[in-house]
């Protein structure tokens, strides 16, 4: 992913500062967007458009950690960098403990917030590999017929067929087809490479 792939979200109520980050960013190669409040910012946001966002800590009405808590509420997980005019340890430990990728003083180091930014893109760039991943394995799990997804879960649970077919008053025979047929969609050969796959949905069996 180059620079002008990944788009940098300014969050902070000084234009001027706005200004000046978004030159300088600008020149680096980024695709930069300024807002001058949280409210502005997350009414523009399109968690699709791959980015960070640099938000000003101490701004007038929703302040940084309550818009990263609203982005928090949307499942929005794009990488955060917080900037303060004030040394604030405390709300700075709450803003990592809650993901934030930095927590930068101000005036911010110019080397300080690019190498934060860098740090912001391969998480970003991560974390939508991840739900890229995820969404293809739900996009197989809709393919499947009812009776296919109960298979599933008795097969991720361990059962054998034998014990999935008293469990569901068919026959074995017919739990082979269904299972050869969920296996098929699902893209696995083996009993363990389902559970992998299921499991990075946090899917889990009825036991």
């Known amino acids: 992913m180059t620079s002008w792939d990944f788009s940098i979200f300014l969050v902070d109520d000084d234009s001027a500062v706005l200004r000046a980050w978004k ?24 968690p699709s458009v791959a980015g960070c966002a640099v938000i000003d800590l101490a701004m ?24 303060s005019g004030r040394a604030n340890l405390a709300s700075g430990i709450e803003a ?28 970003d760039k991560a974390n939508r590999q991840v739900t890229s991943e995820r969404d293809a394995i739900r996009a197989r799990l809709d393919r499947l017929t009812g009776r296919e997804r109960e298979v599933l879960n008795y097969v991720i649970a361990g059962r054998l067929n034998k014990q999935i077919a008293y469990a ?5 025979k017919t739990v082979k087809v269904h299972r050869g047929r969920m296996m098929a969609k699902m893209g696995v050969h083996t009993v363990a490479d389902l559970v992998r796959l299921t499991e990075r949905l946090n899917l889990q069996p009825d036991r």
């Open 96 to 123: 990592m403990r809650a993901g934030a990728v930095d927590f930068l003083e101000k005036p911010v180091d110019a080397d300080e917030l690019l190498a934060a930014i860098e740090r912001a893109e391969s998480l």
């Open 60 to 83: 007038p009405g929703l302040d940084g950690l309550s818009l990263q808590k609203a982005l928090a509420v949307r499942n929005d997980v794009r990488p955060i960098i917080f900037v």
């Open 168 to 172: 569901l008053g068919i026959v074995e």
């Open 23 to 46: 030159r300088f960013l600008e020149i680096k190669g980024y695709r930069v967007h300024a807002f001058t409040s949280p409210a502005e910012f997350l009414n523009m946001n399109d």
